[in-house]
């Protein structure tokens, strides 16, 4: 499976974006589809998931301004990013596994990963 992940940019902290992540090679309905983050110098941390079952995951700095969802007709994920605050800071991943409901949160677990694509919150 192959992840593009695009949609990042600069913006003003309280600003939105909204990242896509294009699959190819496999289909995001069969794969839990996640989103991870990686700021200079910190290890890369979950922020949001969409399991295959179609149950959502989110960190909690980010659950209630970040929501992800999928678009299976496009084998699209996305994540839509509001009041953005400039510890969002970072770059984003997205990523394909199969990991159990409990460990959703676990970069270990997935097998298939994007290259990335940075957003950058001004203050």
């Known amino acids: 499976v192959q992840l593009q992940a695009s949609g990042g940019g600069l913006v003003q902290a309280g600003d939105s974006l909204r990242l896509s992540c294009a699959a190819s090679g496999g289909t995001v309905s069969a794969y839990s589809m996640g989103w991870f983050r990686q700021a200079p110098g910190k290890e890369r941390e979950f922020v949001a998931a969409?399991?295959?079952?179609?149950?959502?995951y989110y960190q909690d700095s980010t659950r209630g301004r970040f929501t992800v969802s999928r678009d299976s007709a496009k084998n699209t994920v996305y994540l839509q990013m509001n009041s953005l605050k400039p510890d969002d800071t970072a770059v984003y991943y997205c990523a394909a596994g199969r990991p159990p409901a409990g460990s959703m949160y676990s970069r270990a677990l997935y097998r298939y990963w994007g290259q990335g694509t940075q957003v950058t919150v001004s203050s």
């Open positions: 969409f399991r295959w079952t179609g149950h959502t």
